[in-house]
Every structure is written in structure tokens, then in C-alpha cells.
């Protein structure tokens, strides 16, 4: 199959970068140079299947390969990390069959989560090192999330874990 999706038919627009990868073209040529040497660093030493070489050596992507150059795999790899298609419609869209874009995505994401680390810009999980990073910040605006979480099904526990915030639950199960 041929890749119907690849960054030279869209390196000039923006605007389509931007909605593909969630990066300026400037930014993803940032990342790129990240993403490129954390990929030669990892495939140098190790084969695509993750078993170790015999010689570490560049690697050199074969002339028929689905994703051949590195900006094609940042590609791919920010518009499943952005985006979230199922797998068959990243098979469509970048020309291959979903079984091996099941392959490529395990390939290419502790990839670019090296280079995003290389590059400094990985999401803070823990709050005294986001409070370091952020203590020279004057604003800060934090976009929160909602996640379902697993419920007690001992009501009393479930009442001391609750909230509050959602009133209709709290109406129905109050008196408990």
C-alpha cells in the first residue's frame, strides 16, 4: 500500500500541521530533530522487533518501508497521540494495513515520550515538582479533567469519599 499521508504534502500548510499534530510546522521541525536522534539511539542497538543487534549501526529504512522517513513517523505518532482514530482509520489514512499500525505506534511512543522528555516537555505527574516549576509563573490556568473513578460499594465509605459537587447524587444517596 502506498502512504496516502505524509509531512511533505503538508509541511507548507500550517494550518493543516497544526490540526494533524497539535505543533506550528516550526515546532514540529523542533521536535523532529529530538524525535530523530531518540529513534536512532533506541533502533541502533535494537531491531524494530525489539531484540538486540549484533552491531550497533545506523539505522537505514528500506525503500519500501511504510513509514520512511522521520518526519512521516512524528507524523503518524502526533496524529494518533491528538487525534486518537481507531486504528483501522490510521491504516486508511497512512496507506498500511491496522495490524501494522498497531506495530508502529509501539514503536513510535516511548520514542517520542524520549525526545518530549529530551525536549522538556512532558506533562508534570507530580505536584511539588510542578510547584517547583511553576513558582516563577505569575498565571497559571489549569484545564482539569473529570475522571469516573472506581465507587466503594459500602454506601457509608462512598458518602465520606463523595464531594459534594454533584448535587443530584447527592440528593438521591444523602439519606443513606
Same mark, same amino acid.
Given at each position: 500500500?502506498?502512504?496516502?499521508?505524509?509531512?511533505?504534502?503538508?509541511?507548507?500548510?500550517?494550518?493543516?500541521? #497544526?490540526?494533524?499534530?497539535? $505543533? =506550528?510546522?516550526?515546532?514540529?521541525?523542533?521536535? @523532529?530533530?529530538?524525535?530523530? %536522534? *531518540?529513534?536512532?539511539?533506541?533502533?541502533?542497538?535494537?531491531t524494530l522487533d525489539g531484540?538486540?543487534?549484533?552491531?550497533?549501526?545506523?539505522?537505514?529504512?528500506?525503500?519500501?518501508?511504510?513509514?520512511? #522517513?522521520?518526519?512521516?513517523? $512524528? =507524523?503518524?505518532?502526533?496524529?494518533?497521540?491528538? @487525534?486518537?482514530?481507531?486504528? %483501522? *482509520?490510521?491504516?486508511?489514512?497512512?496507506?498500511?494495513?491496522?495490524?501494522?499500525?498497531?506495530?508502529?505506534?509501539?514503536?513510535?511512543?516511548?520514542?517520542?515520550?524520549?525526545?518530549?522528555k529530551y525536549e522538556e516537555?512532558?506533562?508534570?505527574?507530580?505536584?511539588?515538582?510542578?510547584?517547583?516549576? @511553576?513558582?516563577?509563573?505569575?498565571?497559571?490556568?489549569?484545564?482539569?479533567?473529570?475522571?469516573?473513578?472506581?465507587?466503594?460499594?459500602?454506601?457509608?465509605?462512598?458518602?465520606?469519599?463523595?464531594?459534594?459537587?454533584?448535587?443530584?447524587?447527592?440528593?438521591?444517596?444523602?439519606?443513606?
Amino acid at each position: 500500500m502506498k502512504i496516502a499521508l505524509n509531512y511533505q504534502d503538508i509541511e507548507n500548510q500550517s494550518d493543516a500541521v #497544526l490540526s494533524l499534530t497539535g $505543533l =506550528l510546522p516550526e515546532e514540529f521541525s523542533m521536535l @523532529l530533530v529530538s524525535f530523530t %536522534q *531518540a529513534y536512532q539511539a533506541k533502533y541502533s542497538r535494537l531491531t524494530l522487533d525489539g531484540k538486540i543487534r549484533q552491531r550497533n549501526t545506523l539505522v537505514k529504512e528500506r525503500f519500501n518501508a511504510q513509514l520512511p #522517513l522521520a518526519q512521516d513517523k $512524528l =507524523l503518524f505518532i502526533l496524529y494518533q497521540t491528538k @487525534l486518537n482514530p481507531i486504528q %483501522q *482509520a490510521m491504516a486508511v489514512t497512512f496507506g498500511m494495513r491496522q495490524p501494522h499500525v498497531s506495530k508502529w505506534l509501539k514503536i513510535l511512543r516511548p520514542v517520542l515520550e524520549e525526545a518530549l522528555k529530551y525536549e522538556e516537555s512532558l506533562p508534570e505527574r507530580n505536584s511539588k515538582r510542578l510547584w517547583v516549576k @511553576l513558582k516563577d509563573e505569575s498565571e497559571v490556568i489549569i484545564d482539569g479533567v473529570e475522571r469516573p473513578i472506581q465507587r466503594n460499594k459500602d454506601h457509608q465509605i462512598q458518602r465520606e469519599d463523595f464531594s459534594g459537587k454533584k448535587k443530584t447524587y447527592y440528593k438521591k444517596y444523602r439519606n443513606l
